[in-house]
């Protein structure tokens, strides 16, 4: 009964693991891909009164006309990026339908897409729904799983249609300079290729500003189509609101396939959107609480002898078990069952990162403590 | 060093190790620094929050008390202001603007303990033009911590 290429998705694997845990709501769980904070007052506030006023139809297959506007003005003032309200942004539920209206709408049967791993497990799963073939570039610990310039311009002969950037990234926290984007855009420019950039983490950027892969050029931001929302920044996950800005062409007919598929996202979620746009000091105040989170979970993590490289941004780290002689799923199971503490093992972010583990810091600097002591603890007794 | 007041007013009991992990300073510095906002008077005590309306006996109760008064020539409020923040019953004590002077926040055993306060104590002051005692009926917020049963937290335990 049910299509091949969907029977053929692979499992992620850690199924089971998971399972596990949503079956254990007592443990402390550094699992966790969104924000723990609750969407702003003011955000919900906004939400409520919407309902209050009757906001309950559909709105425009590309969303409301006010909140594109604010997303534009917004790319304007932070990134120096023009996009037209009117025919080059879409609003999207959350970035994940952004992506597969990305996907959906350039992908043709067999047309390559290059993921980079570790990926956001969405990624190879939604290229193969809309029946595009995946291509690993995979990024190295020693390169700070950062892409390497030589293996790009491999991984480009291979002539893919597109390429799926992510930074700041999940599972990793890894980020680009501009100049390391330059450095990648200089190979990609050569080619025909679409980047589509997930950038959902932007404002959850610590060192460096972050750069917005269209804000590179004229020609890259043609050939970009820019992803992002409010899950993560606003801590709105709950809400599903999020944005697709490209060229009017594929903007058109990401729209088209969004007018007969989903129509739109949630009314009362766009008007909440629209608040969040004003939300600034609420946003900062949350990117500096998980600043002083990453600063100590970081360091507290290499103490005990996960070695953690400094995330850019977001609020993951990637760390190494590699000192001991335990794979992450097993660090993972026993670390759940001994010591009730959840994280996510690598292997679910791609091959070969089985020494390797997701520790979120979207969790209260109590419980980041204590389950520091408890990961301290399990690994002096391995 | 303003990050170390941040921690400590949200957190009394934070460990001197604690706060060498989250800001990164020396240990020594930072002992230093506190110990000089305290001679300062800048940290001016360490208290707890208590949600007495979880403990079922003994509760109290607590009052605002608003109150007018008049200033005196040369130093304004300030010498009819201590005559009231003296007395012990009295938690706080501010200056407002509008339409009375002194706000209180008084505490006492029982209702009559309050009122006999202000009718004994506070109202035959001299200076004292009027009172309105307002007594709190629950609490829902205080410092910045809702006290009320609030939800939180219905994040599924593990997602990518």
Redesign the interface.
């Known amino acids: 009964m049910i299509a091949k290429r969907i029977k053929q998705l692979a499992p992620s694997g850690i199924r089971e693991f998971f399972d596990l845990v949503l079956g254990m709501p007592e443990v402390i769980s550094l699992g966790v891909g969104e924000p723990d904070f609750v969407t702003p007052w003011r955000i919900r506030e906004k939400a409520i009164t919407a309902i209050e006023e009757g906001f309950t139809s559909y709105t425009s297959n590309s969303g409301l006309f006010g909140l594109r506007k604010g997303v534009s003005n917004l790319l304007k003032k932070k990134y120096a990026v023009d996009y037209c309200p009117d025919k080059e942004i879409l609003i999207t539920v959350g970035v994940s339908q952004g992506l597969d209206l990305a996907l959906r709408a350039i992908l043709n049967p067999g047309d390559k897409v290059v993921v980079v791993s570790p990926y956001y497990v969405a990624y190879p799963a939604l290229v193969e729904i809309s029946s595009g073939e995946v291509i690993y570039l995979t990024t190295r610990e020693e390169d700070g799983f950062k892409i390497n310039l030589e293996d790009l311009k491999e991984v480009v002969k291979l002539k893919p249609k597109a390429i799926i950037l992510n930074y700041p990234g999940n599972p990793t926290g890894v980020s680009y300079s501009a100049l390391e984007l330059k450095n990648i855009w200089n190979i990609l420019s050569k080619e025909d290729i679409v980047v589509i950039s997930d950038e959902t983490y932007d404002e959850l950027t610590y060192n460096d500003k972050h750069t917005c892969f269209s804000s590179l050029d004229k020609k890259a931001k043609a050939r970009t189509i820019l992803l992002n929302g409010f899950s993560k920044g606003y801590a709105m996950t709950g809400f599903r609101v999020g944005f697709a800005c490209g060229d009017k062409e594929i903007i058109d007919a990401m729209t088209k396939i969004n007018s007969f598929a989903m129509l739109c996202g949630p009314i009362i979620s766009q008007i909440a959107a629209s608040e969040a746009l004003l939300a600034r000091k609420e946003v900062s105040l949350m990117r500096a609480e998980y600043r002083r989170r990453r600063g100590f979970v970081v360091k507290e993590l290499n103490r005990v002898g996960l070695v953690t490289v400094m995330p850019e941004g977001a609020f993951y780290c990637f760390s190494s078990l590699k000192k001991f002689k335990i794979n992450a799923l097993d660090f993972a199971n026993k670390l759940l069952m001994e010591k009730k503490v959840a994280v996510v093992p690598g292997k679910a972010f791609g091959k070969g990162l089985d020494s390797f583990i997701r520790i979120s810091y979207a969790n209260s600097l109590e419980n980041l403590k204590e389950s520091v002591i408890r990961i301290e603890d399990l690994l002096n007794n391995l | 060093m303003e990050d170390i007041l941040e921690f400590l007013e949200n957190n009394a009991r934070i460990s001197v190790e604690?706060l060498v992990?989250?800001t990164?300073k020396e240990k020594k510095d930072i002992q230093r620094t506190i110990k000089s906002y305290e001679k300062k008077g800048i940290i001016v005590k360490y208290r707890t929050v208590i949600n007495r309306q979880k403990i079922k006996a003994d509760q109290g109760v607590s009052a605002l008390i608003e109150v007018k008064i008049t200033p005196q020539k040369d130093v304004g409020f300030d010498s009819v202001a201590e005559r009231i923040y003296r007395f012990p019953e009295v938690k706080s004590c501010y200056l407002l603007s509008g339409t009375y002077d002194l706000l209180l926040f008084v505490e006492g055993k029982d209702i009559q303990t309050v009122a006999s306060f202000v009718s004994e104590k506070l109202a035959p002051l001299n200076l004292v033009k009027g009172t309105a005692t307002h007594f709190m009926l629950k609490k829902y917020k205080e410092d910045g911590v809702v006290l009320v049963n609030e939800s939180?937290?219905k994040?599924?335990?593990?997602?990518?």
């Open positions: 604690d992990k989250l990164g939180r937290n994040r599924l335990p593990i997602t990518y």
